[in-house]
T-cell receptor, first 115, second 118 residues
Framework: DGGITQSPKYLFRKEGQNVTLSCEQN?????MYWYRQDPGQGLRLIYY???????QKGDIAEGYSVSREKKESFPLTVTSAQKNPTAFYLC??????????????FGNGTRLTVT | AQKITQTQPGMFVQEKEAVTLDCTYD???????LFWYKQPSSGEMIFLIY??????QNATEGRYSLNFQKARKSANLVISASQLGDSAMYFC???????????????FGQGTELSVKP
């Protein structure tokens, strides 16, 4: 079955450590996105990538980094510079970035807790 | 300024009744798309319905329909014959201009938590 796989589902880290969240898709989608969700809040965009080897900052990119070396993969690194990293992280993909009616397909999310 | 506004943090509806979840948006683009997603307590985001700004008819998908009023910039989701499984967070989202730099990203509202009572 095609879909987006995020791993792990739950992640615990000590403050000051970098951590990388995995996102893999086998939908052959061009565009991929990372969103952050805090309790009772909507989704805020961290980074997005329209094509391989290119990505752009979203609204809350500070303290995060990404790479897009393969079409299928878009890992997100939460660095120690991110002041409030504890959150629910959602990865998404879209067939084409320029398809107006093309919905985002989401993974099941990673819940990161930093203590 | 908020691009997407959902003014109802929480809503209750009796099973088998219809419910309307409000969404207003702000854009200066003439061409844009509006989406609704459902997020159960498990966390996954489920795409429900899409409305294009140039679509003449309101979108429908099964029990979901969109009450699209372009002049008022509102795109309310109507769920008919509510079921217990409809209890979840519901998010309205918008895709604006399709420049490369915008990347097809969606802007989300704060969400409405719907509870269906038996």
């Amino acid at each position: 079955d095609g879909g987006i796989t995020q791993s792990p589902k739950y992640l615990f880290r000590k403050e000051g450590q970098n951590v990388t969240l995995s996102c893999e898709q086998n939908l052959n989608h061009d565009a991929m996105y990372w969103y952050r969700q805090d309790p009772g809040q909507g989704l805020r965009l961290i980074y997005y990538s329209q094509i391989v080897n290119d990505f752009q900052k979203g609204d809350i990119a500070e303290g995060y980094s990404v790479s897009r070396e393969k079409k299928e993969s878009f890992p997100l690194t939460v660095t120690s510079a991110q002041k409030n990293p504890t959150a629910f992280y959602l990865c998404a993909s879209s067939l084409h970035w320029e398809g107006r009616n093309s919905p985002l397909h989401f993974g099941n999310g990673t819940r990161l807790t930093v203590t | 300024a908020q691009k997407i506004t959902q003014t109802q943090p929480g809503m209750f509806v009796q099973e088998k009744e219809a419910v309307t979840l409000d969404c207003t948006y702000d854009t200066s683009d003439q061409s844009y798309g509006l989406f609704w997603y459902k997020q159960p307590s498990s966390g996954e985001m489920i795409f429900l319905i899409y409305q294009g700004s140039y679509d003449e008819q309101n979108a429908t998908e099964g029990r979901y329909s969109l009450n699209f009023q372009k002049a008022r910039k509102s795109a309310n989701l109507v769920i008919s014959a509510s079921q217990l499984g409809d209890s979840a967070m519901y998010f309205c989202a918008m895709r604006e201009s399709l420049s490369y730099n915008q990347g097809g990203k969606l802007i989300f509202g704060q969400g409405t938590e719907l509870s269906v009572k038996p």
